[in-house]
């Protein structure tokens, strides 16, 4: 055997795609979950009004982290319930609350942020007006967008809670007050994302790919499918119904979990329906698909926390070897158990010489760690590059590498 075979092993594979679903209408309130936050960000005053009324109110690198499922969609084809009740929602009092200390850390403002918004349903026209600091937005403006196609990231991170769980009580209690059923619960708070202007992330920012924050999409004024069907993953999570998104092709958008008196397009997902919901123009009802994506497959994402790995890597060499360090970031929402990094030099065909192996470490979510390995330097003579691989559940889930180079 050649001496250099004993040096060569495999790498682990890259972690599958999202998980799948049947794609087939009922809508079932699901368990509400409240998070009790120990802080709150901002200061926010939402004024929403029946107008009726006078009231106001160092490689390249690649990352993946869940196992979603694919799947295609099924419709019903019998209408939807028929929609009653007027609307009307109640006047809200001002919400203060001190910043958190890492937080105020940043450089504050005391300018706020003002937003006004109208939209239309049941007949009504209704207008809501937003005061936020400009320093609230710029701390989720500054947050680091996830190296992931799972946007439920955006929908379970904590830090908004409070600003959502504000939006959701003044929503429940406009239905409560006009006795709106679950259906036209949803129906209210689908209008108001649907009537957001659709812009796209290249047009209102510096990136081809910009997903936002709930709190960014509102102050934004709107955004692309990913921004407002995060936004309205956020407010449907928030008043208890289950929710799950739906990345399509090129597109996004939110299922809600029904049953067996709801009629449209829906998603099969763990033995459940999830209704389609177009979240990118006004007037699509629940169920309504458009036609481009009737045959389309899906990855369907459920409002769990989830761990989102990335890294980044340097290497300096010594007399002997190279001293790799690996910094090892968790952006995600939940904490990543077991998982350590691989390193070596590409041998081809899936192999790799010189393989090391980090201790298995947790990292709870918003938080890196650096991990330093020493790599022997590869036999002399051959054509190859530096891998780097993270590995949680058996799986690399972010990977690099260098520049090909010859020893």
């Known amino acids: 055997m050649d001496e250099r075979d004993r040096d060569r092993q495999e790498l682990p594979q890259e972690k599958g795609s999202p998980s799948d679903g049947k794609r087939s209408g009922c809508l079932k309130q699901g368990c509400f979950i409240t998070i009790v936050i120990a802080f709150i960000l901002f200061i926010v005053i939402p004024l929403i009004s029946n107008t009726a009324d006078e009231s106001t109110d160092n490689g390249t690198s690649e990352t993946s982290s869940t196992t979603p499922t694919e799947t295609t969609p099924t419709e019903t084809v019998e209408p939807p319930p028929e929609q009653t009740g007027e609307t009307g929602l109640p006047a809200v009092e001002e919400a203060t609350a001190e910043l958190p200390e890492d937080i105020q850390e940043t450089p504050s403002s005391e300018e706020l942020i003002i937003r006004e918004y109208s939209w239309a349903y049941g ?8 005061r936020v600091y400009q320093s609230m937005y710029d701390y989720f403006k500054e947050m ?17 809670n409070p600003y959502i769980d504000r939006l959701v009580e003044n929503l429940n209690k406009a239905a409560a007050k006009e006795n709106y059923s679950e259906y036209q619960t949803v129906e209210f708070a689908t209008a108001f994302v649907q009537s957001l202007p659709y812009t796209t992330d290249s047009a209102t920012s510096p990136f081809d790919e910009y997903p936002r924050y709930p709190i960014e999409t509102l102050v934004d004024n709107g955004g692309d499918c990913e921004d407002t069907s995060i936004l309205l993953a956020s407010i449907l999570d928030g008043m208890g119904y289950g929710v799950i998104l739906i990345g399509l092709p090129e597109h996004c958008a939110v299922g809600v979990k029904g049953g067996d008196n709801i009629y449209g397009t829906y998603w099969e997902y763990e033995g459940e329906k999830y209704f389609y919901i177009e979240t990118t123009g006004s007037g699509w009802p629940i169920g309504e698909l458009p036609d481009k994506y009737a045959e ?4 369907l994402y459920p409002m769990v926390p989830v761990p989102i790995i ?26 990543a158990s077991d998982i350590y990094v691989l390193a070596g030099y590409d041998a081809g065909d899936g192999q790799v010489w010189n393989l090391v192996q980090s201790e298995t470490f947790d990292l709870a979510a918003g938080y890196h760690l650096d991990i330093t390995l020493n790599l ?14 993270v590995v949680m559940d058996g799986y690399s889930v972010s990977s690099s590498h ?4 010859d020893t």
């Open 376 to 389: 022997r330097f590869p036999p002399s003579d051959i054509h190859t590059r530096v891998l780097v691989r």
């Open 402 to 405: 260098s520049e090909w180079f």
């Open 144 to 160: 680091p967008r996830p190296p992931t196609t799972d946007y439920s990231v955006y929908v379970t991170n904590p830090l908004d």
């Open 123 to 130: 007949g009504e026209e209704w207008t809501w007006e937003l």
């Open 296 to 299: 389309a497959s899906a990855h």
């Open 310 to 335: 990335d890294h980044n890597w340097h290497l300096e060499s010594k007399a002997l070897w190279a001293e790799l360090t690996v910094e090892v970031t968790n952006l995600g929402t939940a904490t």
